[in-house]
């Protein structure tokens, strides 16, 4: 697995690669962590999910902690390019209403900066 990190209009954007599961997770939520703490102000995430090839609950999990230190720090975050696999993993988990997914990087972005 792989993480790119860019910043587009105060947003931060992870682009996340390859296969999110077992120990691997702990690199995303780790990278993840790194933003949090850096970041200055409101918090705002971007996760792109175009180059996961497989996601575990493992990698949920990661996403889930994730999400609740951004929301602790008054932040947001948002998902794009989600697959079948992850959706699905978000629905029989429960978690589907917790992440909105958006068609475009655009509208992602545009919604995080109007919220």
Do not use: C, W
């Not at 971007?46 to 008054?74: H, N, P, R, W």
């Amino acid at each position: 697995m792989a993480v790119h990190v860019r910043h587009r209009e105060g947003v931060v954007i992870l682009e996340l690669s390859g296969k999110i599961f077992g120990p691997v997770a702990l690199e995303f939520k780790r990278a993840f962590d790194e933003q949090i703490a850096s970041f200055t102000g409101t918090p705002k995430f971007l996760v792109d999910f175009a180059g996961v090839t497989i996601m575990g609950s493992s990698g949920l999990g990661a996403l889930t902690g994730a999400y609740v230190s951004v929301e602790q720090k008054g932040g947001l975050v948002a998902l794009v390019n989600v697959g079948t696999n992850i959706q699905n993993l978000m629905i029989r988990s429960r978690l589907v209403e917790q992440f909105e997914p958006f068609e475009s990087e655009d509208e992602a972005i545009e919604a995080l900066n109007t919220e």
